[in-house]
């Protein structure tokens, strides 16, 4: 059995207190040791920003690169290792913005990747420029009379790109967030966690309190079908007064590695790959 101690990282951590990011490492760490997974199965990959940083914070294999460009990391990784299991975090920006095309199609493409985004509606490291999910009317380093952009809405480009796995977690509620990321985890397919994760410095809108107001857990409504794209898409959608969290849609189709290398290459876990699997799929489609 896997002990959380063994998650422990020794790096100083540079996170304001009372940041959401806290919950976000809590309960992933949490998800991790109830899948009794060892540190060394884990790799986490991440761009740069505040929650670029979380993968310093735990004892597993890491790669920090580019901001916005974890997807092609993660991916390649996951190609290189199909036995890893691959978790990429970021900030909104990191995801949504400099990381938005790599996003959208790493979701068409379906890998087995667990993408964890620390959604805070701002630009946390560069201190308070406005995001793709920063909300209208907001005031911002970059927004001073207010935002007139409409926010994007992560979970509907998601489950437009028919992305096998779509959730919402909040930092607040560790618990909850902690079983959304055991189960993205163990999700075979690319499941994005897109957690409400207050930045209690620069977002003074959505603030932990502004949240419990409004979040509810659509787990446990026992009629809500995940299944249903249709009325995911709705669910995605669903913003303001009340704010679901929990598995939006879920359901099973080909993951990329599966569909792309030959049985025998899975046995090459561990291993650079064997370069005659992609081309000889370079000549059949030629
Ligand atoms: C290509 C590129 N553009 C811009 C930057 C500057 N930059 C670094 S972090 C960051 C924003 C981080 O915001 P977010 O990804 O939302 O993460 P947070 O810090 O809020 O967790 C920016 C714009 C950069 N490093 N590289
Ligand atoms: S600036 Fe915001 S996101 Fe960054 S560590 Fe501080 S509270 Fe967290």
């Known amino acids: ?43 986490m990959v991440s ?48 995801a949504y913005a400099e990381g938005g095309n790599h996003f959208v199609h790493a979701m068409r493409r379906n890998p087995d990747i667990t993408y964890l985004v620390h959604d805070n509606q701002i630009y946390g490291l560069t201190k308070g ?65 897109d957690i409400l994760q207050p930045c209690v410095t620069f977002n003074k809108v959505n603030t932990y309190q502004w949240y419990k107001e409004r979040v509810y857990n659509l787990d446990e409504d026992a009629a809500y079908d995940p299944k249903d794209r249709t009325k995911a898409f709705t669910k995605a959608l669903e913003w303001g007064d009340r704010i679901p969290t929990g598995i939006i849609y879920k359901h099973e189709r080909p993951v990329f590695e599966d569909s792309i290398f030959k049985p025998a290459d899975k046995s090459l876990s561990r291993q650079p790959l064997n370069p005659p699997a992609p081309l000889e799929l370079l000549r059949k489609y030629a």
């Open 47 to 94: 761009g740069i920003g505040q929650a670029a940083k979380i993968p310093h914070y735990l004892k597993v294999n890491c790669f920090n690169g580019l901001h916005g460009r974890s997807m092609p990391a993660a991916f390649g990784a996951k190609m290189a290792n199909h036995k890893m299991t691959v978790i990429a975090a970021g900030g909104d920006g990191d």
């Open 129 to 193: 420029q406005a995001s793709p999910t920063t909300g209208l009317g907001t005031l911002t380093g970059t927004t001073p009379f207010g935002s007139v952009d409409i926010p994007e809405s992560p979970l509907a480009v998601a489950v437009a790109m028919d992305c096998s796995f779509v959730a919402r977690g909040f930092a607040g509620d560790l618990e909850h967030l902690s079983k959304i990321i055991g189960a993205a985890v163990k999700h075979r397919g690319f499941s994005l966690v």
């Open 1 to 43: 059995m896997v002990l959380a101690s063994a998650y422990n990282s020794t790096d100083d951590n540079a996170w304001c207190p009372g940041c959401g990011n806290f919950g976000v490492l809590r309960a992933l760490k949490q998800a991790l040791v109830s899948l009794n997974l060892e540190p060394w199965q884990v790799l």
